[in-house]
């Protein structure tokens, strides 16, 4: 049974550049949320995705965006990439409300580095 | 809003002791549920425990419990016969909604080294 699967692991980028990261969640599961981790930091929440459409979002400018596709899997997109977007971005897959478990599994996260 | 706050930047803990990690959280909802993950330096988060905000038992699951006091808004994690590998950093986080399948809030974490 695979787990939460992220890519790419590492990426480089330069300012003002666009970068795509793709999340599969873990099988069952039809939630996806993004998270993005600052060095020292705990994990902030970005947006979350069910039924292919953002239920949630956290205090991140329009620059971050996202998609779900039918299969569940995911991509989080920034545009116009600043120094300050380098962080772990991390994405947890888990079961939608309603369907009476809150497990949430993150993947191994895709470390971003823009230069 | 709901707030999580972990006051141990980093704690030191000898092979085979116990160590209690402090969380305290914030939050106006009355339903909500409060998590505990570990994160070693390769950076994925691995679930440890949940204790929802109606159970009136607390969480255990191994060597791993959680001391829930809901009128102190405290959640602490206690790690029973430390083991080197336990050395990571450790975070509470709080989900909020339906199902406690919302959004999750993150503290700052606390940096667990296990001497031997």
């Known amino acids: 049974d695979a787990g939460v699967t992220q890519s790419p692991t590492h990426l480089i980028k330069t300012r003002g550049q666009q970068v795509t990261l793709r999340c599969s969640p873990k099988s069952g599961h039809d939630t996806v949320s993004w998270y993005q981790q600052a060095l020292g930091q705990g994990p902030q929440f970005i947006f979350q995705?069910?039924?292919?459409?953002?239920?949630q979002r956290g205090n991140f400018p329009d620059r971050f965006s996202g998609h779900q596709f039918p299969n569940y899997s995911s991509e989080l997109n920034v545009n116009a990439l600043l120094l300050g977007d380098s962080a772990l971005y991390l994405c947890?897959?888990?079961?939608?409300?309603?369907?009476?478990?809150?497990?949430?599994?993150f993947g191994p996260g895709t470390r971003l580095t823009v230069t | 809003a709901q707030k999580i706050t972990q006051t141990q930047p980093g704690m030191f803990v000898q092979e085979k002791e116990a160590v209690t990690l402090d969380c305290t959280y914030d939050?106006?909802?009355?339903?909500?549920?409060l998590f505990w993950y570990k994160q070693p330096s390769s950076g994925e988060m691995i679930f440890l425990i949940y204790?929802?905000?109606?159970?009136?038992q607390n969480a255990t699951e191994g060597r791993y419990s959680l001391n829930f006091q809901k009128a102190r808004k405290s959640a602490n994690l206690v790690i029973s016969a430390s083991q080197l590998g336990d050395s990571a950093m450790y975070f509470c986080a709080m989900r909020e909604g339906p199902d406690n399948a919302g959004k999750s809030t993150f503290g700052d974490g606390t940096t667990l080294t296990v001497k031997p």
């Open positions: 995705y069910y039924e292919e459409e953002e239920r």
């Open positions: 939050t106006s909802d009355q339903s909500y549920g």
């Open positions: 947890a897959s888990s079961s939608a409300p309603g369907q009476g478990s809150h497990e949430q599994y």
């Open positions: 204790q929802g905000s109606y159970d009136e």
